[in-house]
């Protein structure tokens, strides 16, 4: 059981660059896995990407592969999501997650997996 709480949200226009952050709090940090997710206007939650405990494996859903950079820095408990050549369909409240991962260093792109939530930053891509 861990807390989550994203940051670095805002307004850019299209081919802009953001970094989104997430501290995590409340428990065995690197034991947990990570991921990012995000839920367009009208849209369900979808996977970004994801970070394995160890910060070895890493996953990301097609359309922001070569965008995206998922990273984590086990010693300040933080988790990033680099945006760089944003577009207007990247517009979304992005939310990071944990789920506990004790014994594989397994990344995790199934929501259901993760068990902690952040509160969400919006992040709006204008054209």
């Known amino acids: 059981q861990v807390q989550l709480v994203e940051s670095g949200g805002g307004s850019v226009q299209s081919g802009g660059s953001l970094r989104l952050s997430c501290v995590v709090s409340?428990?065995?940090?690197?034991?947990?896995?990570l991921g990012w997710f995000r839920q367009a206007p009208g849209s369900v939650r979808r996977i970004v990407g994801g970070?394995?405990?160890?910060?070895?494996?890493?996953y990301y859903t097609d359309s922001v592969k070569g965008r995206f950079t998922i990273s984590r820095d086990n010693s300040k408990s933080m988790v990033y999501l680099q945006m760089n050549d944003l577009k207007p369909e990247d517009t979304a409240i992005y939310y990071c997650?944990?789920?506990?991962?004790?014994?594989?260093?397994?990344?995790?792109?199934?929501?259901?997996?993760?068990?902690?939530w952040g509160q969400g930053t919006q992040v709006t891509v204008s054209s």
């Open positions: 409340g428990g065995a940090f690197t034991e947990y896995a």
């Open positions: 997650a944990a789920v506990r991962s004790q014994y594989s260093d397994s990344v995790y792109a199934s929501s259901g997996r993760y068990g902690d």
């Open positions: 970070i394995s405990k160890s910060g070895g494996e890493t």
